[in-house]
């Protein structure tokens, strides 16, 4: 006889002896639920789900200039979802009506703004940084004015989660510009 028949069959009895001490053993619960119990439930993400999370939490950015630099793309591009993305967990909680209503779509076709310059680098603190950024508002013909944006950067401390946000992007009025929903602007 073959040295390992021996040996499943020793294995199979004990998976059998196992599946029927299990079953006879088994008691039922006649405990009713308490509704005082935090529920278990995890939340099953679709794929669409998923993939966004994946894209955001890719654009999550180790310095803090680069949160400007891809909040400017994202107005450049007119992306509302970019620019969100960019922002710190309150100012998206103040903002987000905004850009629904907007179909997540910022800026206008003409004229737009352009030529975004980095003036000014303030470091606030280990964790917070100021940016004044000027640009152009401008249409196929004619710059019509310069604009200026004060951004405060900071870096979200919670461990093993350590990226740069804006928290604020303050604004000098004009005429011509379409603000985006996250500006503060001055009159």
């Given at each position: 006889m073959d040295k390992s028949k021996p040996l499943l069959l020793v294995l199979f009895s004990i998976l059998i002896c196992g599946v029927y001490y299990g079953t006879v053993n088994a008691q039922l619960n006649d405990t009713p639920p308490s509704f005082e119990e935090k529920s278990t439930e995890v939340k099953q993400y679709t794929p669409l789900e998923l993939q966004l999370e994946s894209f955001?939490?890719?654009?999550?950015?180790?310095?803090p200039k680069q949160a400007v630099e891809l909040w400017i793309l994202g107005v450049n591009n007119r992306s509302g979802a970019v620019q969100y993305t960019m922002l710190s967990p309150s100012l998206q909680e103040k903002s987000r009506s905004k850009f629904e209503e907007t179909r997540w779509v910022t800026g206008q076709s003409s004229p737009w703004v352009n030529n975004f310059r980095f003036t000014k680098e303030e470091k606030l603190s280990e964790s917070k940084m100021r940016y004044t950024v000027n640009y152009d508002v401008e249409t196929s013909t004619q710059n019509l004015v310069n604009g200026q944006k004060i951004i405060m950067v900071e870096k979200n401390l919670e461990p093993f989660r350590e990226y740069w946000f804006i928290s604020s992007i303050t604004?000098?009025?004009?005429?011509?510009?379409?603000?985006?929903?996250?500006e503060t602007v001055l009159k």
């Open positions: 955001i939490g890719g654009l999550h950015v180790g310095e604004t000098k009025y004009n005429e011509w510009e379409a603000f985006t929903p996250a």
